[in-house]
Nanobody, 127 residues
């Protein structure tokens, strides 16, 4: 089992900053890609930012230049630094990680993959 503990959400004013954290714990072997998604009221969940094992990042156009995704593999944690927040950033933010489980079948290692979601943390940006 893998548990993702999210933190850092809250209420901020327009132009303010907030830093989200998501720490993974459990019996997984490795973590590959990690990402942040968000879902605003009445809208579909959408991708905010991704970060690969290599550290390569990708951002939604709406947050480019304002948000920064980073990871600390020693702590199994992904972060999202949000700057110059706007009311349209108001949403529930979810972290997502791709984990690898290692088992043994027929005497050889066998890897299995799983996508895990956090519980979500609410970010509210006041007008």
């Amino acid at each position: 089992q893998v548990h993702l503990a999210e933190s850092g959400g809250g209420l901020v004013q327009t132009g303010g900053s907030l830093r989200l954290s998501c720490a993974a714990s459990g019996n997984f072997f490795k973590i590959n890609d990690m990402a942040w998604y968000r879902q605003a009221p009445g809208k579909q969940r959408g991708l905010v930012a991704t970060i690969r094992k290599s550290g390569a990042t990708n951002y939604a156009d709406s947050v480019k230049g304002r948000f920064v995704i980073s990871r600390d593999d020693a702590k199994n944690t992904v972060y999202l630094e949000m700057n110059n927040l706007k009311p349209e950033d108001t949403a529930v933010y979810y972290c997502n990680v791709d984990v690898i489980y290692r088992g043994v079948e027929a005497g050889i290692p066998t890897d299995r993959y799983q996508e895990v979601w956090g519980q979500g943390t609410l970010v509210t940006v006041s007008s």
